[in-house]
Protein backbone atom coordinates (compact mmCIF):
# COMPACT_ATOMS: atom_id res chain seq x y z
CA UNK A 1 0.00 0.00 0.00
CA UNK A 2 1.10 3.86 -1.12
CA UNK A 3 0.80 6.38 2.03
CA UNK A 4 0.61 9.43 1.77
CA UNK A 5 3.72 11.34 0.67
CA UNK A 6 5.99 14.13 1.69
CA UNK A 7 8.89 15.79 0.88
CA UNK A 8 11.83 16.93 2.50
CA UNK A 9 13.95 19.99 1.57
CA UNK A 10 16.26 18.92 -0.79
CA UNK A 11 19.82 20.11 0.12
CA UNK A 12 23.31 20.52 -1.64
CA UNK A 13 26.00 17.93 -1.08
CA UNK A 14 27.96 18.83 1.60
CA UNK A 15 31.23 17.22 0.84
CA UNK A 16 33.30 19.32 3.39
CA UNK A 17 30.32 19.05 5.72
CA UNK A 18 28.62 16.68 8.50
CA UNK A 19 26.11 15.35 6.60
CA UNK A 20 28.06 13.08 4.38
CA UNK A 21 28.20 9.51 6.64
CA UNK A 22 32.15 8.16 6.22
CA UNK A 23 31.78 4.64 6.12
CA UNK A 24 33.90 1.58 5.61
CA UNK A 25 34.20 -1.64 3.18
CA UNK A 26 32.40 -3.62 6.28
CA UNK A 27 29.41 -1.83 6.02
CA UNK A 28 26.82 -1.33 2.92
CA UNK A 29 27.39 2.14 2.00
CA UNK A 30 23.82 2.14 -0.07
CA UNK A 31 21.61 1.40 3.12
CA UNK A 32 23.42 2.86 5.94
CA UNK A 33 23.81 6.47 4.75
CA UNK A 34 20.58 6.39 2.73
CA UNK A 35 18.42 9.95 3.57
CA UNK A 36 14.41 9.03 2.33
CA UNK A 37 12.79 11.99 1.08
CA UNK A 38 9.14 10.39 1.14
CA UNK A 39 7.00 8.35 3.27
CA UNK A 40 5.49 6.69 0.64
CA UNK A 41 5.53 3.01 1.07
CA UNK A 42 6.43 1.95 -2.73
CA UNK A 43 6.63 -2.51 -3.76
CA UNK A 44 10.11 -3.55 -4.49
CA UNK A 45 11.02 -3.16 -8.51
CA UNK A 46 12.45 -5.91 -10.96
CA UNK A 47 15.11 -3.82 -11.92
CA UNK A 48 16.86 -0.79 -12.01
CA UNK A 49 19.11 1.24 -14.13
CA UNK A 50 22.30 2.09 -12.25
CA UNK A 51 23.75 5.56 -14.50
CA UNK A 52 26.54 7.75 -13.64
CA UNK A 53 26.26 11.64 -14.06
CA UNK A 54 29.07 14.26 -13.61
CA UNK A 55 29.78 15.82 -9.98
CA UNK A 56 29.43 19.28 -10.89
CA UNK A 57 26.29 19.17 -12.63
CA UNK A 58 24.38 17.53 -9.20
CA UNK A 59 26.34 19.73 -7.29
CA UNK A 60 25.29 23.32 -9.11
CA UNK A 61 22.12 22.57 -9.17
CA UNK A 62 21.88 21.47 -5.31
CA UNK A 63 23.72 24.38 -4.46
CA UNK A 64 21.30 26.69 -6.28
CA UNK A 65 17.96 24.92 -4.57
CA UNK A 66 19.62 24.97 -1.16
CA UNK A 67 20.57 28.99 -1.61
CA UNK A 68 16.65 29.74 -3.20
CA UNK A 69 15.43 27.92 0.09
CA UNK A 70 17.53 29.96 2.45
CA UNK A 71 16.87 33.02 1.05
CA UNK A 72 12.74 32.65 0.80
CA UNK A 73 10.84 34.61 3.09
CA UNK A 74 8.49 31.29 3.17
CA UNK A 75 8.76 28.34 3.80
CA UNK A 76 9.21 25.56 1.60
CA UNK A 77 6.48 23.50 3.44
CA UNK A 78 4.31 26.39 2.10
CA UNK A 79 5.25 26.99 -1.56
CA UNK A 80 2.68 26.60 -3.86
CA UNK A 81 2.32 23.26 -6.04
CA UNK A 82 4.02 25.22 -9.22
CA UNK A 83 7.17 26.10 -7.52
CA UNK A 84 8.22 23.01 -6.08
CA UNK A 85 7.21 21.32 -9.33
CA UNK A 86 9.65 23.38 -10.77
CA UNK A 87 12.35 22.40 -8.12
CA UNK A 88 11.80 19.13 -9.04
CA UNK A 89 12.19 19.78 -12.46
CA UNK A 90 15.35 21.11 -11.97
CA UNK A 91 16.88 18.36 -10.31
CA UNK A 92 15.39 16.24 -12.99
CA UNK A 93 17.78 17.88 -15.65
CA UNK A 94 20.21 17.39 -13.01
CA UNK A 95 20.24 13.51 -13.02
CA UNK A 96 19.92 13.90 -16.84
CA UNK A 97 16.50 12.02 -16.78
CA UNK A 98 14.57 12.30 -20.11
CA UNK A 99 11.07 11.71 -18.29
CA UNK A 100 8.55 14.18 -17.58
CA UNK A 101 9.35 14.72 -13.85
CA UNK A 102 5.97 14.59 -13.20
CA UNK A 103 6.12 11.26 -13.91
CA UNK A 104 8.73 10.57 -11.28
CA UNK A 105 9.26 10.33 -7.47
CA UNK A 106 12.83 11.09 -5.65
CA UNK A 107 12.92 8.62 -2.71
CA UNK A 108 15.91 9.68 -2.04
CA UNK A 109 19.44 9.43 -1.72
CA UNK A 110 22.72 8.31 -0.19
CA UNK A 111 25.62 10.42 0.61
CA UNK A 112 28.59 9.40 2.26
CA UNK A 113 32.49 10.14 2.21
CA UNK A 114 34.74 6.62 1.49
CA UNK A 115 38.50 5.75 2.42
CA UNK A 116 37.48 2.11 0.65
CA UNK A 117 36.93 0.71 -2.34
CA UNK A 118 33.40 1.33 -3.71
CA UNK A 119 32.12 -1.53 -6.10
CA UNK A 120 28.90 0.00 -7.68
CA UNK A 121 27.94 -3.30 -9.98
CA UNK A 122 28.36 -6.44 -7.33
CA UNK A 123 24.95 -6.62 -6.62
CA UNK A 124 24.46 -4.53 -3.74
CA UNK A 125 23.44 -1.18 -5.28
CA UNK A 126 21.01 -3.04 -7.82
CA UNK A 127 19.20 -4.95 -4.81
CA UNK A 128 18.71 -1.62 -2.60
CA UNK A 129 17.46 0.41 -5.13
CA UNK A 130 14.63 -2.51 -5.79
CA UNK A 131 14.13 -3.13 -2.78
CA UNK A 132 12.72 0.42 -2.19
CA UNK A 133 10.78 0.57 -5.20
CA UNK A 134 13.77 2.69 -7.59
CA UNK A 135 13.86 2.37 -10.89
CA UNK A 136 16.54 4.34 -10.97
CA UNK A 137 20.04 4.40 -9.23
CA UNK A 138 22.30 7.68 -10.16
CA UNK A 139 25.39 8.12 -8.75
CA UNK A 140 28.41 10.32 -8.86
CA UNK A 141 31.42 10.37 -7.12
CA UNK A 142 33.86 13.42 -6.20
CA UNK A 143 37.29 13.04 -4.69
CA UNK A 144 37.65 15.03 -1.53
CA UNK A 145 41.43 14.70 -0.79
CA UNK A 146 43.50 12.48 1.75
CA UNK A 147 42.06 11.17 5.12
CA UNK A 148 43.78 9.50 7.90
CA UNK A 149 42.23 5.81 8.45
CA UNK A 150 43.14 3.86 11.87
CA UNK A 151 43.41 -0.24 10.20
CA UNK A 152 44.90 -3.29 11.79
CA UNK A 153 47.67 -4.66 9.53
CA UNK A 154 49.56 -8.35 10.93
CA UNK A 155 52.65 -8.35 13.04
CA UNK A 156 54.53 -11.22 13.25
CA UNK A 157 56.41 -12.19 16.61
CA UNK A 158 58.64 -16.17 17.11
CA UNK A 159 60.01 -16.74 19.68
CA UNK A 160 60.27 -20.21 22.33
CA UNK A 161 59.86 -20.84 25.75
CA UNK A 162 59.99 -23.77 28.47
CA UNK A 163 57.04 -25.62 29.43
CA UNK A 164 57.27 -27.81 32.38
CA UNK A 165 55.20 -31.12 33.33
CA UNK A 166 55.36 -33.60 36.06
CA UNK A 167 55.27 -37.47 35.11
CA UNK A 168 52.93 -40.27 36.67
CA UNK A 169 56.54 -41.37 38.60
CA UNK A 170 56.56 -37.77 40.33
CA UNK A 171 59.54 -36.32 38.14
CA UNK A 172 59.91 -33.27 36.58
CA UNK A 173 60.42 -32.69 32.61
CA UNK A 174 60.74 -29.73 30.74
CA UNK A 175 59.89 -29.13 27.11
CA UNK A 176 61.29 -26.19 24.92
CA UNK A 177 58.70 -25.23 22.19
CA UNK A 178 59.16 -22.80 19.63
CA UNK A 179 56.26 -20.52 18.73
CA UNK A 180 55.41 -18.60 15.79
CA UNK A 181 52.03 -16.17 16.05
CA UNK A 182 50.65 -13.48 14.37
CA UNK A 183 49.29 -9.99 16.25
CA UNK A 184 46.87 -7.59 14.85
CA UNK A 185 47.94 -4.01 15.65
CA UNK A 186 46.10 -0.55 14.81
CA UNK A 187 47.73 1.49 12.76
CA UNK A 188 47.11 5.30 11.26
CA UNK A 189 47.30 4.75 7.44
CA UNK A 190 46.58 8.07 5.04
CA UNK A 191 44.22 7.39 1.69
CA UNK A 192 42.58 8.89 -0.59
CA UNK A 193 38.99 9.42 0.32
CA UNK A 194 36.09 9.97 -2.32
CA UNK A 195 32.69 11.56 -1.64
CA UNK A 196 29.48 9.34 -3.17
CA UNK A 197 26.12 10.58 -3.67
CA UNK A 198 23.21 8.46 -5.02
CA UNK A 199 19.19 9.40 -6.17
CA UNK A 200 16.85 6.80 -6.42
CA UNK A 201 14.03 7.58 -8.31
CA UNK A 202 10.95 6.01 -9.66
CA UNK A 203 8.27 5.95 -12.22
CA UNK A 204 5.02 6.39 -11.40
CA UNK A 205 2.08 4.74 -13.10
Wanted: charged share 25%; net charge negative; with cysteine.
Amino acid sequence: MIESRCRIPLVRLAVFGSIAVTLTACTSPWRESFEPATIADYPPTERAVIREVPWERIDTVLRAIDAERAASDVHPDEWPADRLSAEKARLATALQLSEDPADLEILGRSVFKSTADVDLFDGSLSAFATSIGADYAIWSTSYVGRAQTIEREPVTRTGAGWTRHRRRDGHVDYDYLPYNETLYVPVVIERDQFAWVVFYVRLLD
